[in-house]
């Protein structure tokens, strides 16, 4: 993927996250719900995108103004590269967690807070 350019972060259609409670993530509160999942990878920092625009095919269907949240994420280099997109969810306690995306030798990632509920 290019730097610098809209990624679906998957393939053929956007990639969809879903949320059964409210939650904080990396500061910004998000309702609950289902969103698209975008990203712009950079050489030294990522956006990651959270779109309310479900069905959207690859980034033809983008809106920039139907974002809920853009927030940052540093990639991280792994010590041996992955060769399928793999998202993991892990949890860190009863309503947090750590959300990451790896592929080839990057990883990246974001923290899940739950808020008054589990996630």
Known sequence: MPFD???????????????????NING?????????FFTIP???RWILIFNTKVE??????YNQSEDVVRIEA????????VQRLTYKVKETSKSDGIVSMEWDSLKISFSVTGIG???
């Open 5 to 23: 350019h809209l990624w679906v972060t998957g393939a053929h259609k956007a990639t969809r996250i879903s949320f059964s409670k409210d939650v």
């Open 117 to 119: 509920a589990k996630i």
């Open 74 to 81: 540093i990639p991280e280099i792994l010590p041996v590269p």
């Open 42 to 44: 950079g050489k030294k």
């Open 28 to 36: 910004k509160i998000i309702k609950k719900g289902e969103y698209a």
């Open 56 to 61: 959207q095919h690859l980034t033809d269907d």
